[in-house]
């Protein structure tokens, strides 16, 4: 009898989910009643625990989540990424100056357990979340263990329920829940942010995109640039695919792409200028519809005085428009042509004429390296015929 009794208390107990877990523990510097900066960066996540690293990214979009429902300006993921070089985030004074940034979040994970029974669970995840200010000092650290057990009941009626529970529980969903509630207990035992003047808004933080320019400038690349609002992130988006540009000086974001790069089927082609806290703005930009002349399998020497660009359109010189045009050479505009000589192919070569025609005449028996100029004076890569 007393065995029985002792079975049926352990159904008891392992009845649907039970929800077990002590307080979170309160480490604060802060005076009484005392507030959290508004402004928050959450610092990249440290996967150095034995906690999967998919486990720790969804604890660490939990609590970015719980910040941002109890009015906190957080920070995007993406941006922290790219600015900070570890989890320990050594550049954190930079990015407080840069980017109005007042406060830092690390979320520290100690352990994740699940032990599953024939009737029943017991899951944990224990860990800490701290907040400092932007010269480190530590604000504050809340410490916590999240429990949950559960499993079959013993009674009819019930005994279903339990069951789906139990399957539910065996799976990685118990770690979703558990990340879910963690963030939700820590993040309630931080005090509220700072009031003392105007909250922060995302809308009110300012952000212009001034200009946005594409041009060539070497026979293979080209270059884009925008201007706006210093230390934002400014991005080339072509169809689906999204480029940083970089900050070369405040305000300045450029950055040189391979004339190789695919156009989007879609036609959007973009600038787009964020802030660190994800408010945008965007422009349109036309890239460079055509590139300088690549001359390689496009000259041909008809005689020992005179040289073809096939397939070529000069700027006044309608006879040669599409001259020798086949399915492996495209199309070329051109503004002018300049021709060199040497004595070997080798070089020196040293500029001997200027030409506005497709049918040049070059110097006679000599070895020449013809360059064709293109729209914005961007020159080719230099094509050499040798002497005949």
Not at 198 to 209: D, G, N, R, V, Y
Not at 244 to 266: D, I, T
């Amino acid at each position: 009898m007393h065995k029985m009794w002792r079975s049926l208390s352990i159904s008891l107990a392992l009845s649907a989910s039970v929800f077990i877990g002590c307080a979170p523990k309160v480490t604060s510097s802060l005076p009484a009643g005392g507030s959290l900066p508004a402004s928050l960066a959450v610092l990249p996540p440290d996967y150095s625990s034995d906690i999967p690293r998919e486990r720790v990214d969804i604890v660490h979009e939990a609590i970015v989540q719980e910040l941002r429902n109890r009015n906190f300006l957080v920070a995007e993921d993406s941006v922290v990424g790219r600015l900070c070089s570890s989890p320990a985030c050594p550049e954190r004074s930079k990015i407080a100056e840069n980017y109005l940034i007042d406060g830092f979040v690390t979320v520290h994970l100690e352990s994740f357990s699940r032990n599953n029974f024939i009737a029943g669970y017991y899951n944990q995840l224990q860990g800490a979340v701290s907040v400092a200010d932007t010269k480190g000092a530590q604000l504050i650290s809340v410490s916590h263990t999240e429990n949950e057990s559960g499993g079959v009941l013993l009674q009819s009626g019930q005994v279903f329920q339990g069951i789906l529970s139990q399957i539910r529980h065996s799976g990685d969903e118990v770690f979703d829940d558990l990340a879910e509630r963690f963030a939700q207990q820590v993040v309630e035992k931080l005090p509220a942010p700072v009031t003392s003047g105007p909250l922060p808004k995302t809308e009110a933080i300012s952000l212009a995109l001034t200009s946005a320019t594409a041009q060539w400038n070497s026979p293979s690349t080209y270059t884009v640039c925008a201007r706006g609002t210093p230390h934002s992130f400014a991005y080339l988006i072509l169809g689906t695919t999204r480029t940083p540009l970089r900050e070369v000086s405040p305000g300045n974001y450029c950055r040189a792409f391979s004339s190789l790069v695919s156009r989007p089927q879609n036609g959007v082609e973009a600038i787009e200028l964020r802030t660190a806290f994800g408010n945008s703005a965007r422009s349109a930009i036309s890239l460079p519809a055509e590139a300088p002349c690549r001359l390689k399998d496009r000259v041909s020497r008809s005689d020992t005085e005179r040289a073809e660009i096939l397939c070529a359109t000069v700027s006044g010189d309608s006879s040669t428009r599409g001259k020798g045009c086949s399915s492996s050479v495209g199309y070329c505009g051109i503004e002018k042509v300049l021709v060199y000589q040497a004595p070997d192919t080798i070089g020196p070569y040293q500029k001997v004429s200027e030409q506005r025609t497709a049918s040049i005449q070059i110097p006679k028996a000599h070895n020449v390296a013809i360059v064709t100029v293109g729209k914005g004076g961007v020159p080719s890569q230099p094509m050499t015929v040798e002497a005949q």
